[in-house]
Each structure stands twice: as C-alpha cells, then as structure tokens.
C-alpha cells in the first residue's frame, strides 16, 4: 500500500462511502429507519465529501493561483481535474444508457442537470458532480483576481485567506437571500443547487490555506481530541434539530434550510482537520484493515458513480424476498459495486493517471 497516502483522510472517504450505501439502501427491504438514511445516509455523508475535495484540491488551487508561472499551472490544474472528473462520468452515463435504453439529457454532459429536476431524475446521485465540477472550473479564475487584486497590497498569506472569506461568504449570502425571498424546496431548491452550494467546498481550501502557510500550528493543533468530541457534539445537535423539527417541517424552517448546510459543512472540516492530523489511523498502517480502507477509498469516484446504477439493477431481484434475503441482496449489490468498481479504476482511472503524468512532464 501506498506510504504516502493518508489513512485519516481515506477513513473519512470509506465512511462516507458507506453511508452512501446507507442513504441508497431503500432500494432494499432492510428495515433501515428513514430519517436515519435521509440524514447520515443523505446529507452528511455528501458534505463529508465535499470538505475533503475542496481540501485535498485547494492545495493545489492554492499553488496554482500564487505560482510565478500561471500558464503551465493553470493548464496542470484543469487538465487533471479534466481526466479526473469526465472520461469515467462519460462512460457511466452511456453505459446507463445501454442498460436503460434511455437517451441521457444534454444536460448530464454539461454538468448542468441540477437546473432540472426532470434532468436530474435520470441519474440522481449524480448532483453533487455538477457542484464540484462548477467548482473546479468557476472558482480558480475567479481566486487568482481577487488574489491579485488583494496582493496589491496585502500579503501573498493575507491575500489568500482574505479571498477565500470572500468566495465562502457569498455563496452563503445567495443560500440565504434565496431561502428568504423565493421559499425554495430544502433538497432540490437549496441542497442541489450549485451556486449556492460552494461555500462547503470553500472550506476545504480554507484548511489547505492553513495547512500550507500555518504548518506546524495545523498539525500540533489538529492532532487534539477537542476537535473530534466537538465534531461529534455538533453532529448530534445537528441530527437531534433534524429529528425534532426538521424532518417534518424542513420546507418551512428558514433557519433549517440556511443553516444546517452552513454548520455540518463546518463539522465535516473539523472531522477532516483531525483525522488529517491525528495519529490513530497511523496505527492501521500495515494491516489488512489499512489495505481494505485505502483500496476502497482510492477507487471512491468509481463506487460512487458506479454503485447506484448496480443497486437499481439487483434489488428488483429480491423484491418481496424477506427481511434477511433483501438483507443478502443489498450485500451482493454492495458486492458487485466494488468488482465493477475495481475494474472502471483498474482500466480507465489508472491509465488516465499515467496519461497525465506524461503530459505534465511535457507542459514542465
């Protein structure tokens, strides 16, 4: 296994990976409480992930945006966010398709499936992609001008922590104008609309920003249980507010729908700063535990593209089977997600890895 990988951050990717599995479960009959896979299974895990790609991109953005050179920079950021994000994405929607026999929306290649409700039935999970590809596409342009703009006068440190304040604040302050003026639906209307979602991923960087210009306070400070008791603290505050009111009044609650994708987003940065830093995980290095975390987490874009698809083609099969055979079902659709993820990473995410290396050692 991979040294340098980071077991922390790969324990947190597996774990939202399960919970994905968890959310998509209703696809079974297994007995799941339902505000249980709505919350853990729905929403949490989803900001988990997006803490950790605005994390583990914005060191690179970060490096990018202050590079001397911004051409060759630039051209390495987008190309590997390119054959990172699209091939693969590609290819499960024509693969759906072909199972389907059902012409995916123009609008799933242009990432631009969440303006459409309609659009966005034809591959749900596929949401967030759009909110992370926006991302990665809209946000660097803007960072380096409001970086250079700031550098004018300010530190390149000051500059860059002053433009992520900026770039958090106003998707928070669209979600909020949004909530208050035009009443939207909490999952559709709020959840899954991408401009006004960007504020979770800008967190991520604000902790690579940490990470890079306050290294050793980041790891000596990250390490601390504090920050895992108030992360699990918070979550429960969080999922208790969900159970109390928000599962039967989520539309209605302003608070709700601003909030609580402003505060689990913040939550899920704490439980990426300490696991990022703590020196548990470390103690699985070695272990068959360690591989069994790692390889899951490494080929994590295949699963989640891949294991929705495969959960809607095996649960017709144990349909009114009983609680323990659904049970086998959602194991072997489980199962079969990692085989054909295995081979979508193994034959198509491998070899676009070692197509970019050779072309980054060309650009130089």
Known sequence: MNKTRNIGLDLARVTAIVLVWVGHSGFF????????????????????????????????????????????????????????????????????????????????????????????????????????????????????LVYRLLARKHTEKAAVFSAIALLWAIPFLLRAGHVVMADPTWDYGVRKQILLRMDALMLGVFLAAVKRYAPETYRTQGGKHRYLLIFLAGMAVMYGWYL????????????????????????????????????????????????????????????????????????PYFEGTGFLVSWMGFALAIGISLVVSYLAYRFVEEPLTRLRDRIFARIG
């Open 29 to 144: 009959s297994i007995g799941m409480n339902p505000k249980f896979m709505e919350f853990w299974g729905g929403i949490f895990c989803l900001e988990v992930f997006f803490a950790l790609s605005g994390f583990l991109v914005g060191r690179s953005m970060i490096l990018t945006i202050t590079a001397r050179n911004q051409k060759p920079a630039f051209k390495k950021f987008y190309l590997n966010r390119l054959l990172r994000t699209i091939p693969l994405y590609y290819l499960v929607l024509l693969a759906l398709w072909a199972i389907t026999r059902q012409r995916p929306p123009v609008s799933c290649f242009l990432f631009l499936q969440n303006f459409s409700v309609e659009d966005l039935g034809y591959f749900p999970p596929s949401w967030s992609l759009p909110v992370e590809a926006w991302f990665y596409f809209l946000i660097p342009p803007v960072f380096f």
């Open 244 to 315: 109390g009111d928000l599962w039967d009044h989520f539309d209605d609650s302003n608070a709700g729908r601003i909030l609580i994708f402003t505060l689990v987003p913040m939550l899920c940065s704490l439980l990426v700063f300490y696991l990022d830093n703590s020196p548990y995980p470390e103690k699985l290095r070695g272990t068959l535990l360690e591989k069994l975390i790692c390889g899951v987490s490494s080929m994590g874009y295949s699963v989640y593209l891949v294991h929705f698809v495969v959960f809607q083609l095996v649960a």
